[in-house]
């Protein structure tokens, strides 16, 4: 069974551009959530979409936005980069639910120059 | 206080020993317990997932839930080589639907 894939795995961006980043869960599973991982911060919530709804959000600006589509699959997009948005976006999907098991995929690593 | 504290190590320890990995939290409507392993440049990989308290084995793997202390543990037997990676706990629960993370134990086993 494939696991959870995002793409792209590396992005380099300046300050004011926006970025999009993709993510395929597992099959079969309809919960997918965003994470943002930084060495200050740990991993942090961004939010989360069940049936092409966001369902659940973390306390990140309005920079960050999201969508699902009708197969699962997800898109996080930020705009006006800042160099502070330099991360590892992860992606991790569940059956249905956030407190059921989270599997993550290995992210997509973004740098702001 | 943090939701979640975790001793971020290094923990480095030879090949074949015991290892204890430890996580405690304040909030006690967390009811879910993961223990995560990340290799450097990889995503988080799930390696126990527990309800409740008490125990759960999964071969070389055990996890440990303490409600009334709100502490909990991983144990690996016979660490090996290939363990070594950060390793992260998360819990949520209750309206607390989100995971909160530990900030990860860098482990290193020495051949």
């Known amino acids: 069974k494939a696991g959870v894939t995002q793409t792209p795995r590396y992005l380099i961006k300046t300050r004011g551009q926006q970025v999009t980043l993709s993510c395929s869960p597992i099959s079969g599973h309809r919960s997918v959530s965003w994470y943002q991982q930084t060495p200050g911060q740990g991993l942090q919530f961004l939010f989360e979409?069940?049936?092409?709804?966001?369902?659940n959000k973390g306390n990140f600006p309005g920079r960050f936005s999201g969508r699902q589509f009708s197969n699962s699959r997800s898109e996080m997009n930020v705009s006006t980069l800042e160099l502070g948005d330099s991360a590892l976006y992860l992606c991790?999907?569940?059956?249905?639910?956030?407190?059921?098991?989270?599997?993550f995929g290995d992210g997509t690593r973004l740098s702001i120059l | 206080q943090k939701e979640v504290e975790q001793d971020p190590g290094p923990l480095s320890v030879p090949e074949g020993a015991i290892v204890s990995l430890n996580c405690t939290y304040s909030n006690s409507a967390f009811q879910y317990f993961m223990w995560y392993r990340q290799y450097s440049r990889k995503g988080p990989e799930l390696l126990m997932y527990?309800?409740?308290?008490g125990n759960k084995e999964d071969g070389r793997f055990t996890a440990q839930v303490d409600k009334s202390s709100k502490y909990i543990s991983l144990f690996i037997r016979d660490s090996q080589p290939s363990d070594s990676a950060t390793y992260l706990c998360?819990?949520?629960?209750?309206?607390?639907?989100?995971?909160?993370f530990g900030k990860g134990t860098l482990l290193t086993v020495n051949p």
């Open positions: 991790a999907s569940s059956l249905d639910s956030m407190y059921q098991p989270q599997h």
């Open positions: 998360a819990m949520n629960g209750g309206s607390n639907y989100k995971l909160t």
């Open positions: 527990t309800y409740s308290s």
């Open positions: 979409y069940f049936s092409e709804t966001q369902r």
